[in-house]
């Protein structure tokens, strides 16, 4: 499945554009974890490392890490930059579910 057809589903699909180096995204890495076992099918977490796919963090103009994009239907839903805890993460899903 390419990039394009997962951000496409009808399910909100959170990306974690992240770096191996970032201190930050190490912190995430457990909470998305956590996020995935509370949301089971009713949404999908990715991760993107930018620096292995270069293409698609240019292609969202990616300039900090972590950053999360909310996307459904391929649209852009929410984006922000940062580490977020998993309630205000399911929070947004559910908006935007």
């Known amino acids: 499945m390419t990039f394009q057809e997962i951000i496409n589903q009808d399910k909100p699909i959170l990306v974690d554009f992240f770096a191996e180096w970032c201190g930050p995204c190490k912190m995430q890495a457990p909470i998305l974890e956590e996020l995935k076992q509370r949301m089971g099918e009713k949404a999908a977490i990715i991760k993107i490392d930018v620096d292995k796919n270069q293409q698609v963090a240019a292609q969202y103009q990616i ?29 947004l899903l559910n908006e935007n579910a």
């Open 63 to 91: 300039r900090s890490v972590p950053t999360m994009i909310i996307f459904k239907n391929g649209a852009v839903k929410w984006r922000q930059s940062g580490v977020f805890s998993a309630n205000e993460l399911e929070r």
